[in-house]
């Protein structure tokens, strides 16, 4: 069974500049997690999908991040304009409605 | 709200020594518990899982039980490799109509010397 896709893996843009990343869950998975993983610290929630509705979008900075998934499948999360501070891991995961959790292996952005 | 707590690391142990990763949590419900291991440059990976109390679940050496009564999920390993040198992630998750929440802890570095 493939796993879950991410790309790209790694990402270098000035702060101000756009970027996006792209996640294609594990087919048949509901839910969708968008994650940020500074380094050093555990994964934070950015976003949860359940099919193409969000569950969870409180810790999301709207200001400058956006996510959509088209039709429950693929998903993208974009940040403009980026800060430094945004420079991260961000992991994409999913899961049946009653599983656990299956991770990409994440897109390390660096904004210089 | 849900939260779960880990042993601050980094954890330095040398080869064949015994680990013991704390693990508490606090939850509003019934909620399934994880261990996830994160290898350097990696994404996290599913060590190990428990679905109910007293259940225990092992992998590759490693366990850990689902302890309603003190809520915990400690992580034990008898005899720790140079190659489990990696971080160690505590989580749950409660499944619920509006959507399954998944909440991590802070994450142990586990450092094995030869």
């Known amino acids: 069974e493939a796993g879950v896709a991410q790309s790209p893996r790694y990402k270098i843009i000035e702060k101000r500049q756009s970027v996006a990343f792209w996640c294609n869950p594990i087919?048949?998975?509901?839910?969708l997690y968008w994650y940020q993983q500074i380094l050093g610290q555990g994964p934070k929630l950015l976003i949860q999908f359940q099919n193409n509705g969000v569950v969870d979008d409180s810790q999301l900075p709207k200001d400058r991040f956006s996510a959509e998934r088209l039709k429950g499948v693929d998903s993208t999360l974009k940040i403009q304009p980026a800060k430094l501070e945004d420079s991260a891991v961000y992991l994409c995961a999913s899961s049946f409605v009653t599983s656990e959790a299956f991770f990409g292996q994440g897109t390390r952005l660096t904004v210089v | 709200g849900n939260s779960v707590t880990q042993m601050e690391g980094p954890v330095t142990l040398s080869e064949e020594a015994f680990l013991t990763i704390n693990c508490t949590y606090t939850a509003t419900g019934y909620p399934s518990l994880f261990w996830y291991v994160q290898y350097p440059g990696e994404g996290l990976q599913l060590l190990l899982k428990?679905?109910?109390?007293?259940d225990k679940g092992s992998n590759k050496g490693f366990e850990a039980t689902y302890r309603k009564e003190t809520t915990s999920f400690h992580l034990e390993k008898g005899s720790v490799q140079v190659s489990d040198s990696a971080v160690y992630f505590c989580?749950?998750?409660?499944?619920?109509?509006?959507?399954?929440?998944?909440?991590f802890g802070g994450g142990t570095r586990l450092m094995v010397k030869p």
């Open positions: 428990a679905t109910k109390a007293d």
């Open positions: 989580a749950l998750i409660l499944f619920n109509n509006a959507g399954n929440m998944l909440t």
């Open positions: 087919s048949g998975h509901a839910t």
